[in-house]
C-alpha cells in the first residue's frame, strides 16, 4: 500500500467516525430536548447516547493504534469522551425540567438554558485541563521570536506552552483566549519540526488570533445554534397558525444544512488561508510550505484529499501552492 493510500484510508476512518458520532449525539439530543414521555423515556435516550459514545471512542482507538501504534491505550480516548458527559449531561438535565412546563414560556426557558450553556464554554473546560498537564515553552530563542511576531501583529500572548502527545502521536498546534491568548504547540509537533518550521507554525497560530478567528467562529456557531433551536421550538408551540409551523421546521432544516454544514467548513478554510497569508507575510513563506509538508507526513494527513472529508482546512497541496505564489518581498 502507497504512503498516499495509507494516510488517506487513515484520514478518512477517522473523519467517518467523528461526523457519524457528531450525528448521532445531534440527532439524539434533539430526541430528548423535545420529547414529552417523561423522565424514563429521557433517561433511556442518554443511556443510548453514553454506549454510542462509548463505541466511538473504541472505533478512534482502534484506527488510530492500527494506523499510527499509538501508545496509549483506550482509557485514554475513553477520559475524553467521559469528561464531555459530565460536561453535558447537567445541560440535558436542566432542559429536562422544561417538561413540565407547557406552551411558548419553554421558549424563554430553553433560551435562557442554551445562554447559560454559551457562557460556560468562553472558560472551555477541556482546555483548563490541557493547560495544567502542559508546561511553559524553555526555548528562549523561540519565545523571544513569538513575542516578536505578536507585538508585529498586534496580539497580546500570554504564554506558549508544550502539551505532552508524544504517546498519542498528535502533531498539533492551536491558540485560546478572547483578549489575551495562549498558544498551545504539542511536543510531537515541536520536536519532529526545526526551529524555522516550529516558527512558522507559531506564526500562523498568532495570525488566528490577530484576525479574531476563534470569536468569530464562536459568534456564528453559537448564533446559529439559538436560531434553529428557537426554529424548531417555534415550530412546536405553534401548531395552530396555519402553515407557519411547517415554514419554521423547514426554516430550521436548511439553516442546519447552509449554515452549519456548507457555510462554517467554508469559512474555517477562508480562515485557514487567511492565517496562511498573514503567517507567510511576517516569515519566510518556504518555513511555512515545508511546515505543512512535515505535519502532513507526521499526522498523515493526506496532501490532497477531498472537501467532503477535510471540510475545516485547505489540502496540503492547496496550501502550498498559494504560499509558493505568495511575493516574498512583502514580508
Given at each position: 500500500m502507497s504512503e498516499t493510500t495509507y494516510s488517506t484510508r487513515y484520514f478518512r476512518r477517522k473523519a467517518f467516525i467523528s461526523t457519524l458520532s457528531i450525528f448521532f449525539v445531534l440527532v439524539m439530543a434533539l430526541q430528548a430536548t423535545f420529547i414529552r414521555e417523561g423522565i424514563l423515556t429521557y433517561v433511556s435516550i442518554l443511556a443510548i447516547i453514553f454506549i454510542g459514545i462509548l463505541i466511538s471512542a473504541m472505533a478512534m482507538f482502534l484506527t488510530e493504534k492500527?494506523?499510527?501504534?499509538?501508545?496509549?491505550g483506550?482509557?485514554?480516548?475513553?477520559?475524553?469522551?467521559i469528561f464531555y458527559i459530565i460536561f453535558v449531561i447537567p445541560i440535558w438535565l436542566l432542559l429536562y425540567i422544561r417538561i413540565v412546563v407547557n406552551g411558548p414560556i419553554t421558549i424563554v426557558y430553553v433560551d435562557l438554558v442554551i445562554l447559560f450553556?454559551?457562557?460556560?464554554?468562553?472558560s472551555n473546560p477541556f482546555l483548563l485541563i490541557i493547560k495544567r498537564k502542559s508546561y511553559p515553552l524553555t526555548d528562549l530563542k523561540m519565545v523571544e521570536?513569538?513575542?516578536r511576531l505578536s507585538e508585529k501583529?498586534?496580539?497580546r500572548i500570554s504564554d506558549v506552552r508544550v502539551i505532552d502527545w508524544e504517546k498519542q502521536k498528535i502533531p498539533n498546534a492551536f491558540q485560546s483566549g478572547f483578549r489575551t491568548y495562549t498558544i498551545f504547540i504539542s511536543n510531537y509537533l515541536k520536536e519532529?519540526?526545526?526551529?524555522e518550521e516550529n516558527i512558522a507554525v507559531l506564526a500562523h497560530e498568532i495570525s488566528h488570533a490577530a484576525h479574531k478567528h476563534l470569536q468569530k467562529t464562536f459568534i456564528y456557531v453559537e448564533s446559529m445554534i439559538l436560531i434553529i433551536i428557537n426554529l424548531f421550538l417555534f415550530a412546536q408551540y405553534y401548531p395552530t397558525q396555519g402553515n407557519l409551523s411547517l415554514i419554521f421546521a423547514i426554516t430550521g432544516f436548511i439553516l442546519i444544512y447552509v449554515g452549519l454544514i456548507f457555510f462554517l467548513p467554508f469559512l474555517q478554510r477562508h480562515f485557514e488561508k487567511?492565517?496562511?497569508?498573514?503567517?507567510?507575510k511576517t516569515v519566510d513563506p518556504k518555513w511555512l510550505i515545508s511546515a505543512l509538508l512535515r505535519l502532513s507526513?507526521?499526522?498523515?494527513?493526506?496532501k490532497k484529499i477531498s472537501k467532503f472529508w477535510n471540510s475545516s482546512h485547505p489540502d496540503i497541496s492547496t496550501r502550498v501552492k498559494y504560499l509558493q505564489e505568495l511575493n516574498t518581498g512583502e514580508r
Open positions: 492500527k494506523y499510527k501504534d499509538v501508545e496509549v483506550y482509557l485514554y480516548f475513553l477520559k475524553d469522551a450553556f454559551m457562557a460556560l464554554t468562553l521570536e513569538v513575542k501583529l498586534g496580539v519532529n519540526l526545526t526551529f487567511e492565517a496562511d497569508i498573514s503567517a507567510a507526513d507526521l499526522g498523515l494527513i493526506p
